[in-house]
């Protein structure tokens, strides 16, 4: 019997395990902005006009620490980006962004969102 409720046990924290995955991907959001200023382990971005995160703050400091070196694209002033994130900002001036799983270069305007 012990050994039964033990299975069980594990069973119901793995399913707690997926449910608490499911639920944060579903809550991923993104949004497109542009480069103010680049750092070592953050970038300093403008939402743009027409984002939600706009109506947060104007401007957004975006955490590159949990992006791996090799899938984070060489970042300069001005450059448009897209931002994928947790959809939590800390509401600070700049506000902050700490969940990021990618920033990615926006090629040209048709790549933007409001665009599509």
């Given at each position: 019997m012990k050994k039964g409720a033990a299975v069980i046990l594990v069973f119901l924290c793995?399913?707690?395990?997926?449910?608490?995955?499911?639920?944060?991907?579903?809550?991923a959001q993104d949004f497109d902005a542009k480069v103010l200023e680049v750092f070592d382990h953050a970038v300093l971005v403008e939402p743009l006009a027409g984002e939600p995160e706009r109506k947060s703050a104007d401007q957004i400091m975006v955490s590159t620490?949990?992006?791996?070196?090799?899938?984070?694209?060489?970042?300069?002033?001005g450059q448009l980006v897209r931002v994928a994130?947790?959809?939590?900002?800390?509401?600070s001036y700049p506000a902050q962004i700490h969940e990021v799983f990618a920033v990615s270069l926006v090629e040209n305007d048709a790549e933007l969102k409001k665009a599509e």
């Amino acid at each position: 019997m012990k050994k039964g409720a033990a299975v069980i046990l594990v069973f119901l924290c793995f399913l707690c395990l997926v449910v608490t995955s499911c639920a944060e991907s579903a809550s991923a959001q993104d949004f497109d902005a542009k480069v103010l200023e680049v750092f070592d382990h953050a970038v300093l971005v403008e939402p743009l006009a027409g984002e939600p995160e706009r109506k947060s703050a104007d401007q957004i400091m975006v955490s590159t620490v949990e992006i791996p070196a090799d899938r984070l694209p060489l970042l300069e002033e001005g450059q448009l980006v897209r931002v994928a994130y947790s959809g939590s900002i800390a509401e600070s001036y700049p506000a902050q962004i700490h969940e990021v799983f990618a920033v990615s270069l926006v090629e040209n305007d048709a790549e933007l969102k409001k665009a599509e």
